[in-house]
Protein backbone atom coordinates (compact mmCIF):
# COMPACT_ATOMS: atom_id res chain seq x y z
CA UNK A 1 0.00 0.00 0.00
CA UNK A 2 1.54 3.35 -0.58
CA UNK A 3 2.06 5.50 1.65
CA UNK A 4 -0.15 8.30 1.97
CA UNK A 5 1.49 12.01 2.33
CA UNK A 6 0.04 15.11 3.99
CA UNK A 7 -0.94 17.71 1.26
CA UNK A 8 1.49 20.44 3.02
CA UNK A 9 4.60 19.19 2.39
CA UNK A 10 8.10 21.43 2.62
CA UNK A 11 8.07 21.56 -1.17
CA UNK A 12 4.36 23.18 -1.36
CA UNK A 13 3.26 26.69 -0.22
CA UNK A 14 0.64 26.71 2.64
CA UNK A 15 -2.45 26.87 1.46
CA UNK A 16 -5.35 27.94 3.99
CA UNK A 17 -8.00 25.86 4.34
CA UNK A 18 -11.47 27.66 2.57
CA UNK A 19 -13.24 30.32 4.12
CA UNK A 20 -9.85 30.67 6.72
CA UNK A 21 -9.29 34.00 8.35
CA UNK A 22 -5.37 32.75 8.11
CA UNK A 23 -2.46 34.84 6.65
CA UNK A 24 -0.33 31.69 6.96
CA UNK A 25 -0.09 28.31 9.07
CA UNK A 26 1.80 30.06 11.51
CA UNK A 27 -0.60 32.90 12.38
CA UNK A 28 -3.70 30.07 12.09
CA UNK A 29 -1.74 27.84 14.70
CA UNK A 30 -0.92 31.30 16.90
CA UNK A 31 -4.76 32.16 16.82
CA UNK A 32 -6.23 28.55 18.21
CA UNK A 33 -4.14 28.78 20.81
CA UNK A 34 -5.44 31.91 22.00
CA UNK A 35 -7.89 31.39 24.89
CA UNK A 36 -11.64 32.04 25.08
CA UNK A 37 -11.78 31.71 28.78
CA UNK A 38 -9.32 30.76 31.80
CA UNK A 39 -7.02 33.90 30.37
CA UNK A 40 -4.79 34.95 33.47
CA UNK A 41 -6.92 38.55 34.18
CA UNK A 42 -10.00 35.98 34.64
CA UNK A 43 -8.20 33.65 36.88
CA UNK A 44 -6.98 36.20 39.55
CA UNK A 45 -9.70 37.74 39.78
CA UNK A 46 -11.70 34.51 40.45
CA UNK A 47 -9.57 33.63 42.65
CA UNK A 48 -9.29 36.86 45.00
CA UNK A 49 -13.19 37.06 45.07
CA UNK A 50 -12.94 33.21 46.17
CA UNK A 51 -10.61 34.35 48.91
CA UNK A 52 -12.80 36.55 49.96
CA UNK A 53 -16.09 33.51 50.18
CA UNK A 54 -18.06 34.57 47.01
CA UNK A 55 -18.97 31.70 45.32
CA UNK A 56 -20.18 31.74 41.41
CA UNK A 57 -20.32 30.30 38.68
CA UNK A 58 -17.74 30.12 35.59
CA UNK A 59 -18.19 30.39 31.86
CA UNK A 60 -21.37 30.13 32.26
CA UNK A 61 -24.82 31.05 30.40
CA UNK A 62 -27.04 34.38 32.49
CA UNK A 63 -29.95 33.54 30.20
CA UNK A 64 -31.19 30.23 28.92
CA UNK A 65 -32.19 31.51 25.64
CA UNK A 66 -28.90 33.79 25.01
CA UNK A 67 -26.52 31.92 23.23
CA UNK A 68 -23.64 34.47 25.56
CA UNK A 69 -21.27 33.63 28.14
CA UNK A 70 -20.18 35.59 31.06
CA UNK A 71 -16.95 35.18 32.51
CA UNK A 72 -18.13 35.10 36.07
CA UNK A 73 -21.87 34.47 37.00
CA UNK A 74 -23.83 35.45 40.36
CA UNK A 75 -26.97 34.20 39.74
CA UNK A 76 -28.61 34.46 42.87
CA UNK A 77 -28.09 38.09 42.47
CA UNK A 78 -27.90 38.30 38.59
CA UNK A 79 -24.21 39.84 38.46
CA UNK A 80 -22.44 38.80 34.82
CA UNK A 81 -19.07 39.40 35.21
CA UNK A 82 -17.30 40.00 32.03
CA UNK A 83 -13.23 40.37 31.43
CA UNK A 84 -13.19 41.58 28.10
CA UNK A 85 -9.75 41.02 26.03
CA UNK A 86 -8.25 44.90 24.60
CA UNK A 87 -7.80 43.12 21.47
CA UNK A 88 -11.08 41.47 21.03
CA UNK A 89 -12.94 43.82 21.98
CA UNK A 90 -11.44 46.64 21.08
CA UNK A 91 -9.95 48.94 24.21
CA UNK A 92 -9.84 52.26 23.45
CA UNK A 93 -6.11 52.58 24.97
CA UNK A 94 -4.82 49.09 23.68
CA UNK A 95 -6.05 48.40 20.61
CA UNK A 96 -3.66 48.09 17.62
CA UNK A 97 -5.89 47.93 14.33
CA UNK A 98 -3.50 44.59 12.68
CA UNK A 99 -1.56 44.73 9.99
CA UNK A 100 -1.87 41.70 8.36
CA UNK A 101 -5.66 41.11 6.66
CA UNK A 102 -7.00 44.12 8.64
CA UNK A 103 -10.16 44.29 6.71
CA UNK A 104 -11.43 40.90 8.37
CA UNK A 105 -10.00 41.52 11.71
CA UNK A 106 -11.31 45.35 12.35
CA UNK A 107 -14.62 44.12 10.91
CA UNK A 108 -14.46 40.89 13.71
CA UNK A 109 -13.66 43.58 16.33
CA UNK A 110 -16.73 45.85 15.15
CA UNK A 111 -18.76 42.87 15.34
CA UNK A 112 -17.34 41.62 19.28
CA UNK A 113 -18.10 45.27 19.98
CA UNK A 114 -21.81 45.40 18.96
CA UNK A 115 -22.84 41.68 20.13
CA UNK A 116 -21.06 43.00 23.38
CA UNK A 117 -23.30 46.07 23.65
CA UNK A 118 -26.25 43.87 22.73
CA UNK A 119 -25.16 41.25 25.36
CA UNK A 120 -25.58 44.37 28.32
CA UNK A 121 -29.06 45.35 26.62
CA UNK A 122 -30.27 41.99 26.62
CA UNK A 123 -29.03 40.99 29.95
CA UNK A 124 -30.09 44.39 31.77
CA UNK A 125 -33.49 44.05 30.26
CA UNK A 126 -33.92 40.61 32.06
CA UNK A 127 -33.28 42.40 35.24
CA UNK A 128 -29.08 41.47 35.75
CA UNK A 129 -26.62 43.62 36.25
CA UNK A 130 -23.66 43.47 34.04
CA UNK A 131 -20.40 44.45 35.04
CA UNK A 132 -17.36 44.87 32.44
CA UNK A 133 -13.73 45.41 33.05
CA UNK A 134 -10.61 45.19 30.52
CA UNK A 135 -7.54 42.66 30.79
CA UNK A 136 -5.53 45.63 31.99
CA UNK A 137 -7.85 46.72 34.59
CA UNK A 138 -5.99 46.17 38.57
CA UNK A 139 -7.64 42.50 39.56
CA UNK A 140 -7.65 44.13 42.91
CA UNK A 141 -9.91 47.24 41.80
CA UNK A 142 -12.44 44.78 39.64
CA UNK A 143 -13.07 42.46 43.24
CA UNK A 144 -13.55 45.35 45.27
CA UNK A 145 -16.71 47.04 42.42
CA UNK A 146 -17.54 42.84 42.18
CA UNK A 147 -17.97 42.57 45.58
CA UNK A 148 -19.80 45.60 46.30
CA UNK A 149 -22.28 44.94 43.67
CA UNK A 150 -22.87 41.23 45.04
CA UNK A 151 -23.18 42.39 48.70
CA UNK A 152 -25.63 45.39 47.70
CA UNK A 153 -27.60 43.30 45.84
CA UNK A 154 -27.85 40.32 48.33
CA UNK A 155 -28.76 43.19 50.93
CA UNK A 156 -31.61 44.22 48.84
CA UNK A 157 -33.62 41.50 48.33
CA UNK A 158 -36.22 40.43 51.18
Known sequence: MPEQRDQHTENQPWIPPEGSWASSAG????MQAIRS???K????????????????R????????????????FRPTKVAV??????????PEHYVPPKTNSGYWSDKVARNMARDRDTDEQLR??????????????????????????SRLRSAKP
Not at 41 to 56: C, D, I, N, T, W
Not at 58 to 73: C, H, M, N, Q, Y
Request: hydrophobic share 40%; charged share 30%; glycine share 6%.
Open 82 to 91: FIDGCYWHGC
Open 125 to 150: EAGWTVLRFWEHDPADECVVKIAATV
Open 58 to 73: VAAKPLPGLRRTADIV
Open 27 to 30: RRRN
Open 37 to 39: RDT
Open 41 to 56: PERLVRSLLHAQGLRY
